[in-house]
């Protein structure tokens, strides 16, 4: 698309829709309701529909790779915990070993670590990547997040296959 050809206010409500994201440090669901909202009402216009389509698809991805990344951690809790000795829970004067409760708190350490720098890192990830989009946007390019699934279809494609 022509950055001529695109009228002002559909680039103000693509970026809008970008940057509506950002309500879900104040408002529960806000990443998914307002871009919706936004979306859904102006879908008529093609470049406000395309930039719609992206930041919903973007924010299901993101929630999806956030449930994996909880997922994997809950499981390797469960897995790791199950190997911590009976005794480690016990309370008895004479039996502390302090090597045994170090051998079973550092791979739970260690994993909690590595599941906090994933969880940063997809954050710092999503701030880039919604920042890149809305300036794109206002700029009236197109934009594709990157690791976007496409859960969202375009209609334009689906109508052309019919």
Same mark, same amino acid.
């Given at each position: 698309?022509? /950055? +001529?050809?695109?009228?002002?206010?559909?680039?103000?409500?693509?970026?809008?829709?970008?940057?509506?994201?950002?309500?879900?440090?104040?408002?529960?669901?806000?990443?998914?309701?307002?871009?919706?909202?936004?979306?859904?009402?102006?879908?008529?216009?093609?470049?406000?529909?395309?930039?719609?389509?992206?930041?919903?698809?973007?924010?299901? /991805?993101?929630?999806?790779?956030?449930?994996?990344?909880?997922?994997?951690?809950?499981? +390797?809790?469960?897995?790791?915990?199950?190997?911590?000795?009976?005794?480690?829970?016990?309370?008895? %004067?004479?039996?502390?070993?302090?090597?045994? @409760? %170090?051998?079973?708190?550092?791979?739970? !350490?260690?994993? !909690?670590?590595?599941?906090?720098?994933?969880?940063?890192?997809?954050?710092?990830?999503?701030?880039?990547?919604?920042? /890149?989009?809305?300036?794109? @946007?206002? %700029?009236?390019?197109?934009?594709?997040?990157?690791?976007?699934?496409?859960?969202?279809?375009?209609?334009?494609?689906?109508? %052309?296959? +019919?």
């Amino acid at each position: 698309m022509e /950055s +001529s050809a695109i009228k002002q206010q559909d680039q103000t409500l693509a970026t809008i829709i970008h940057l509506s994201v950002f309500s879900k440090l104040f408002i529960p669901c806000g990443n998914f309701i307002f871009p919706l909202i936004i979306w859904l009402i102006n879908k008529e216009k093609s470049f406000v529909d395309h930039h719609g389509r992206n930041a919903v698809n973007f924010q299901l /991805s993101l929630l999806l790779y956030y449930i994996i990344i909880a997922c994997l951690l809950i499981a +390797s809790t469960i897995i790791l915990g199950a190997r911590i000795p009976l005794e480690f829970f016990e309370y008895n %004067e004479y039996n502390i070993n302090i090597n045994t @409760a %170090e051998e079973a708190a550092l791979p739970i !350490l260690v994993m !909690l670590f590595t599941a906090g720098i994933f969880l940063l890192g997809l954050i710092v990830f999503e701030l880039y990547a919604v920042i /890149s989009a809305a300036k794109d @946007a206002s %700029e009236g390019k197109e934009y594709k997040y990157p690791l976007c699934i496409n859960f969202i279809k375009d209609d334009t494609i689906l109508n %052309e296959a +019919s």
